[in-house]
């Protein structure tokens, strides 16, 4: 189980959830989910990357918990889902089938989002039958498909096999993170964040990252290093949508531009300059005001859907 993994107050703080539960994937791992904002309301789950949990979406889930319905839940072995032996990208989509089982009544649809692993989560569930029943829209942030390691650029060399072998070695490190100093808050803003990002942005992140256990950083980071996800990207057919950062080190922006070039449904794109990795905290209201928008354009209320089969 991960250690603290956000600050218990302050500007990153997350709200308390209306409830937690306990979903059960396919292989009986738990994952701890959270729901916030009243019953009834349009419904968006939150899928997190790597090494983070939820309380990464501390900005969305304030903002949108007013009038919404926000499913958030922990990657297995991040924040409070414990770890597993079984590390892949069926295993991603298997836990949000699992979420999606256990938040969302049949048929009811909501609007997905996923940064960085959530959105590699989303396209390794794209054909799977819940998904496809409960998901109305997608906005994927600062993520890709695949060559993760090869095009990213947290090591400051020239592209090719040396930064390649250098980058998955430093990914994929054992080593733990230790406390959140200056020195590490330092490096992680260099390797995930955009030079504008403020000292708050930059400790709030740093307190999540180093809170994830480090057997569970490598794990995940060998899936991610041979990720190959370009066929989810074509058979995710829904209205989606792409933000990323045009700063970002660890999936740089021309991993967003293939997604937009893949995508059967692509209805926007967001380059946001100067935006390093962590786009949900470094420009929270522009994510969150994308989710918004992609909520009233392709979500139903309760009160409608009653009404549509009222008059059926």
């Not at 998901?135 to 060559?147: D, E, N, P, W």
């Amino acid at each position: 189980m991960s250690r603290l993994t956000h600050d218990a107050h302050g500007t990153y703080a997350p709200p308390p959830p209306v409830r937690e539960l306990v979903a059960h994937s396919a292989d009986g791992a738990t994952l701890h989910v959270e729901v916030h904002g009243p019953e009834g309301a349009p419904a968006v789950v939150l899928a997190h990357g790597w090494t983070c949990s939820t309380a990464f979406w501390a900005a969305q889930i304030r903002d949108l918990a007013v009038d919404h319905r926000v499913v958030a839940y922990d990657q297995r072995g991040h924040g409070r889902s414990p770890a597993s032996e079984l590390c892949s990208t069926d295993v991603l989509a298997d836990d949000l089938e699992a979420v999606l089982a256990a938040t969302l009544a049949p048929g009811e649809k909501a609007v997905l989002v996923g940064h960085s692993m959530g959105g590699m989560t989303l396209m390794a569930a794209s054909t799977r039958p819940r998904f496809t029943e409960h998901a109305a829209a997608a906005l994927l942030c600062s993520t890709g498909s695949t060559r993760l390691v090869a095009e990213s650029r947290v090591v400051p060399l020239r592209a090719g096999r040396l930064r390649t072998r250098v980058t998955a070695a430093v990914l994929g490190s054992r080593a733990p993170l230790g406390p959140v100093t200056p020195v590490a808050r330092r490096i992680l803003k260099y390797a995930t964040m955009g030079a504008g990002s403020s000292p708050l942005m930059v400790d709030a992140c740093a307190r999540i990252v180093h809170a994830c256990p480090r057997s569970v950083r490598h794990a995940w980071s060998a899936v991610l290093e041979s990720l190959d996800l370009d066929h989810g990207v074509r058979e995710l057919r829904l209205p989606t949508a792409v933000i990323a950062g045009t700063a970002d080190r660890l999936t740089p922006v021309v991993h967003a531009r293939a997604l937009v070039a893949a995508l059967p449904n692509c209805v926007g794109s967001t380059e946001l300059p100067g935006v390093g990795h962590m786009t949900p905290i470094e420009a929270p209201e522009l994510v969150t005001a994308r989710i918004r928008e992609l909520v009233t354009t392709y979500t139903q209320t309760a009160e409608e859907i009653e009404e549509i089969k009222e008059g059926a």
